[in-house]
């Protein structure tokens, strides 16, 4: 689908396998998500996932200095999100659902509060510090994740010609998976708007909903042939293919998959409350996470607003 108003079939069965996790119907969830993949059997290719923060350096360089413009015209080279494909529909063969390009038109939406490289330090996203530390150097999620703090980031903003500019230090393990200098189908970057393809559901989130599935129902085996697929779509180019026992030895089944959930969903939409609640564990706080404060049992409930029961004369 490429509208938000299309609504097709295999919309509605990620729903349904989606709905039949968080309700512990484990074997729907796998007839469902068994299906829907038979349509989405691609994903992003590793080289296309989020922007590397090995270019960080090279985009920051400022160029154009003159006596006249001593801030520069802009940054030195340009990532655009068409090099993203997490944020550029023709890079994601996963999108099963999220905003393309429809008839003649290409529908836009901005993702300037995510993207470390065009915002301020407010909207930095950092992933969990001890979660970065557990994953293999070949995998293509951990390459988009700044490993130390970088100093000196140059924001420009787009007034005419782009001498205005900010510097901030973008602090380690600041995540870059929806990084780009300028949007889809620009030329020059402009720091108000970044403009890019959303993919709101995605098939990696089916595959850990099957490899979870599996995993729950004590179908070891299949849970880790599942989670296989991701690792190896998610290994670097000229490394040794991540597998569940090269990555992740010493845990069971359900841990391989939990982790695999924190790695490759992290920062998208509920998945991590939902995920938390019904694993019924707490949320796992990592060394550079500003508080380590659990979420009590109680918190995982929530309380129907007290206007919804009175004078409702169907509460009980």
Known sequence: ?????????????????????????????IEAANDLLKYYPEFIK?????????????VNMRKGV??????????????????????????????????????????????LGLNAVKSTPSSYYQMDKDLYDSMSDADCRKACVLPQVFE?????????????????????????????????????HRVEDTYANSSWFRSSAVVLMLAEAYAQSNKDGDAKSTLNKLLAARTLPGNPTMTCDNTMSGKTALQMVQQQWRIEMWGEGDW?????????????????HWSKTGVPSEGWTWQIPQKERQGNPYWK
């Open 66 to 111: 003159t006596a006249e413009k001593p801030h520069g015209t802009g940054w030195n080279a340009e990532y655009p999100a068409d090099l993203n494909g997490l944020i550029s529909k023709a890079k994601n063969p996963e999108t099963i659902f999220g905003n393309g390009t429809a008839t003649g038109t290409t529908q836009y939406w901005s993702i």
């Open 152 to 188: 000196g980031l140059n924001i420009f903003t787009h007034n005419g010609t782009d001498t205005t500019w900010y510097k901030y230090n973008m602090p380690a393990y600041t995540s870059l998976k929806w990084g780009a200098t300028c949007g889809l189908g620009q030329t020059k």
């Open 1 to 29: 689908p490429t509208l938000l108003y299309d609504l097709d079939c295999a919309v509605c069965q990620y729903c349904r396998c989606r709905a039949a996790l968080d309700c512990k119907k484990w074997d729907v969830a």
């Open 46 to 58: 590793a080289e296309d996932y989020g922007m590397p923060a090995s270019k960080l350096a090279e």
């Open 272 to 288: 991590a409350f939902f995920n938390q609640k019904r694993w019924k564990t707490t949320f796992t706080r990592g060394a550079n």
